[in-house]
């Protein structure tokens, strides 16, 4: 079956611009994650949807990202004002039920750069 | 707060050897843990995980890990290294709780000499 799956693969930007990440997950996972990978690092944890609700988004660094899942299958990563600090692999992951022991199936990012 | 140390960002082996890539976490609960691959261009895979069963813990391509409680590790062992094992290898941690996200190491690059 289809995996998880984000677009754009890779999005160039600017400074201050305003940027939208899609992520797609497999079908019939309830639970979604957004990740952030900068080089060298591995993933950092942004945000947790159940459902279509944002049951933990501790993970976000400022007020600047915001994410959203209306229908509680795709979901959408906003930035607004980039900055050049933003640049990294953002990855989606989403899992079946969402407990801890669930295994997080991963897509294969977006590589967002800032210029 | 919850934490996976990896011991060495870069290990080398020689194909055909043993493949040991380190792991130690911290955790105020027990806790539960992976093993992620990340090859080359491709998104990051299971390789196996520890939901406090068994603590020895048998993965995909011939990869395994033990659970020791005592020396808060979760090591991945291969017995004999492939030249298709080269990766990047990464541990994660889950506490659950309310701890919803996974959190993980820095990662090793895996080496594999001919």
């Known amino acids: 079956g289809a995996g998880v799956s984000q677009t754009p693969s890779n999005k160039v930007t600017e400074k201050g611009k305003y940027v939208e990440l899609r992520c797609d997950p497999i079908?019939?996972?309830?639970?979604l994650y957004w990740y952030r990978q900068s080089l060298g690092q591995g993933p950092e944890f942004l945000i947790y949807?159940?459902?279509?609700?944002?049951?933990?988004d501790s993970g976000l660094p400022n007020d600047r990202f915001f994410a959203v899942r209306p229908e509680g299958s795709v979901s959408t990563l906003k930035i607004q004002r980039t900055e050049r600090g933003d640049s990294a692999v953002y990855l989606c992951?989403?899992?079946?039920?969402?407990?801890?022991?669930?295994?997080?199936?991963f897509g294969p990012g977006t590589r967002l750069t800032v210029l | 707060a919850q934490s996976v140390t990896q011991l060495g960002s870069h290990v080398s082996v020689s194909e055909g050897a043993l493949v040991l890539l380190r792991c130690n976490y911290s955790?105020?609960?027990?806790?539960?843990l992976f093993w992620y691959v990340q090859y080359p261009n491709q998104g990051l895979q299971l390789l196996l995980k520890?939901?406090?069963?068994?603590?020895l813990v048998k993965g995909i391509n011939g990869f395994e890990a033990e659970f020791k409680k005592s020396e808060t590790s979760f090591h991945l062992t291969k017995p004999s290294a492939h030249m298709s094992d080269a990766a990047e290898y990464f541990c994660?941690?889950?506490?659950?709780?309310?701890?919803?996200?996974?959190?993980f190491g820095k990662g090793t690059h895996l080496i594999i000499q001919p």
């Open positions: 520890y939901t406090s069963a068994a603590t």
């Open positions: 992951a989403s899992s079946l039920t969402g407990t801890p022991t669930d295994t997080q199936y």
């Open positions: 949807f159940q459902g279509t609700g944002a049951a933990d």
């Open positions: 079908s019939g996972h309830t639970a």
């Open positions: 994660a941690v889950s506490e659950g709780g309310g701890a919803d996200g996974l959190t």
């Open positions: 955790s105020s609960v027990p806790p539960y």
